[in-house]
């Protein structure tokens, strides 16, 4: 069968996406997608300066609601919108690396980039204190047919930033299954209805199809559940540039990966929706988290980047 012939259903779009990606396949009859980022070098380390500049572009996006996007009217205005939604992502008394932001942006951003998502509720909007850690989907995006004006299909997603990739996947399979449990994905429902703010087109569709009088079979039948699986990389960490030997060990590396994450999310019944992981080999993953608190710090007083 040709690859024109293979029905997707979620059609993924590179053109405008500045990181640069190895393995890719959309969602088709296997309900299985993948997708690997990697970022590249500069000067011989890993090129926190690119993560970072992509990481910060959607900072205000993943912590402002669109209403208050859209009042905005001049750059000035967004980056002093942006420097208050970045004090609420971060605890300068918590231990960074036990919060879950960065992950959630980055899936964020992913999903935002490469499938047009349309984000419905940030998941800051549920804390009432910057420490505060709120379980649940780590992201509620739609994709929105303007044409036909309803929703196509709900992300409901989950991002693990990890050190080791095996652990991370292990970690994510426990929040999917927890999450799709029937008493808990409706709580969880709940609280995304309780958090809309805007009453575009887009999230009148997203509250009727949300609503509690619809069954959570109609729900899951336009479920696309987006996996992040954030991971200290060996093949990043024994290079300091791009090559071709590279390319061909992150591909292996990336392969093992997908096919653990694959036995994993294939060995469970409850798991029969769309799931797409994402790869995000990192060189080291305390060091990116550094990076991250630094740029947020930096919002306070210095707009040094890395």
């Not at 012939?5 to 779009?13: D, P, S, T, W």
């Not at 008394?93 to 942006?105: L, V, Y």
């Not at 930033?161 to 095996?166: I, K």
């Not at 709580?187 to 995304?192: A, N, R, S």
């Amino acid at each position: 069968m040709s690859e024109l012939a293979v029905k997707v259903r979620y059609l993924a779009n590179f053109d405008t996406f500045e990181l640069a990606h190895r393995a890719h396949k959309d969602i088709d009859g296997s309900r299985r997608g993948h997708t690997a980022v990697h970022i590249g070098y500069e000067s011989g380390d890993w090129n926190y300066r690119e993560f970072l500049l992509w990481l910060q572009k959607h900072i205000p996006e993943y912590s402002l609601t669109p209403s208050e996007l859209e009042s905005l009217s001049d750059p000035t205005k967004l980056f002093a919108l942006a420097t208050n939604a970045s004090r609420l992502l971060h605890d300068r008394d918590k231990n960074i690396s036990k919060k879950g932001e960065i992950g959630e942006i980055i899936l964020h951003g992913l999903i935002r980039d490469i499938y047009s998502t349309t984000p419905l509720v940030s998941k800051i909007y549920y804390k009432s204190h910057p420490s505060d850690n709120v379980k649940g989907f780590d992201c509620v995006h739609v994709i929105f047919d303007e044409a036909t004006q309803t929703i196509d299909s709900i992300w409901l997603g989950e991002a693990k930033f990890y050190t080791d990739p095996t652990r991370a996947i292990g970690k994510a399979f426990e929040s999917v299954i927890g999450f799709l449990e029937a008493k808990k994905m409706q709580k969880e429902l709940l609280t995304i209805r309780n958090h809309f703010d805007d009453k575009n087109v887009a999230t009148k569709s997203a509250e009727a199809l949300l609503s509690e009088y619809t069954s959570l079979d109609e729900i899951k039948a336009k479920l696309c559940v987006p996996v992040l699986i954030a991971y200290e990389s060996g093949a990043t960490k024994a290079h300091t540039k791009i090559s071709d030997n590279f390319l061909e060990e992150l591909d292996n590396e990336i392969e093992a990966n997908l096919k653990t994450f694959l036995e994993k999310f294939n060995s469970n019944e409850t798991l029969e929706v769309d799931i797409h992981v994402f790869f995000l080999p990192l060189r080291n993953k305390e060091e990116a988290l550094r990076v991250y608190k630094e740029h947020v710090d930096g919002f306070q007083g210095s707009r040094r980047i890395y």
